[in-house]
């Protein structure tokens, strides 16, 4: 089974920025769709921001003109570069890969934005 593991989370004062990375190892499939969902302390988890292979990115409202989501050509590599991060940014962060036989995900990376 694919691994997915993320880096790049930490605390950040409010207007600051961030940039995830994600990458997946035990597979040398493509993933078609690889992107970000985040999920604040006692709410659901909620999508951020997808990218597939020739296609234009996708974004939540909340985070356009914000955040841009990136990948390393057709390499299983994702990245979200977060500006102007808000205190409403805090979240775990997680990143998924949708390969053809399974979608995988990672373990999360804790993003804290102090006001």
């Not at 985040?38 to 020739?54: D, H, T, W």
């Amino acid at each position: 089974q694919a691994r997915v593991v993320e880096s790049g989370g930490g605390l950040v004062q409010s207007g600051g920025s961030l940039r995830l990375s994600c990458t997946t190892s035990g597979t040398s499939l493509s993933a078609h769709v690889m992107g970000w969902y985040r999920q604040v302390a006692g709410k659901q988890r909620e999508p951020v921001a997808s990218i597939r292979i020739g296609r234009a990115p996708l974004y939540q409202d909340f985070v356009k003109g914000r955040f841009t989501i990136s990948r390393d050509g057709a390499k299983n590599k994702v990245y979200l570069q977060m500006n102007r991060l808000e205190p409403e940014d805090t979240a775990v962060y997680y990143c998924y890969a949708q390969l053809p036989a399974e979608t995988s995900w990672g373990q999360g990376t804790q993003v804290t934005v102090s006001s």
